[in-house]
């Protein structure tokens, strides 16, 4: 890592490392954000300044991916916090007035499958899109969820338990 490279407040990062990650952060952002682009924009652009700021401060404590990922998680879930309540407020004025909510909408290769992965309890959806769809190990994935190791593992295996389950359901439902 060259001197030049390195972030001022965060000596243990280098910009061509965050950029090396960027289309993963930005990935998990979006999913985060519930795929809204300009949301995840401005997650990903947040947690660069606190990075870049030293608010965040990586230790080496754990890969800089997975410390990314974990920062992204939690300016995710303050914003997320906040905003909660106006949403409720939104949307029960939405339904007041007769409107019908917008339908989330995502590209997904096997859509079975990823309505299986929503129909998941919150933690079991995250460790399944982190170790699947983000390519982290099960016990990088814990980490950016705040949870140890061995509880992962267990929403881990119960997801997969799950999904199994489901979509052999699924099939066995469509070949009748």
């Known amino acids: 890592m060259r001197d030049s490279d390195v972030l001022d407040k965060n000596p243990h990062i280098s910009r061509s490392a965050l ?3 960027h289309d993963q ?4 952002a979006l999913s985060r954000c519930n795929y809204d682009r300009a949301a995840a924009e401005d997650l990903v652009q947040q947690s660069y300044v606190e990075l870049l700021a030293g608010k965040a401060k990586f230790e080496e404590r754990s890969t800089l991916k997975t410390f990314v990922f974990a920062v992204i ?3 995710a879930k303050s914003r997320y916090r906040r905003m909660a309540s106006r949403m409720r407020l939104v949307t029960a ?3 007041d007035a007769g409107d019908e909510p917008a339908a989330e909408t995502t590209a997904v290769e ?3 499958v990823w309505q299986a992965v929503q129909r998941l309890p919150q933690r079991q959806r995250d460790i399944i899109e982190l170790v699947f769809c983000r390519d982290m190990t099960v016990e990088d994935a814990s980490r950016v969820m705040g949870v140890t190791t061995g509880t992962g593992r267990v929403h881990y295996d ?3 338990k799950t999904l199994r389950a489901r979509l052999e359901d699924g099939r066995e439902s469509n070949d009748e």
Not at 25 to 28: C, K
């Open 19 to 21: 950029e090396a990650i």
């Open 25 to 28: 952060v930005f990935g998990w």
């Open 73 to 75: 998680q939690n300016l």
């Open 93 to 95: 004025m939405a339904q």
């Open 110 to 112: 096997n859509p079975a």
């Open 158 to 160: 119960r997801a997969k």
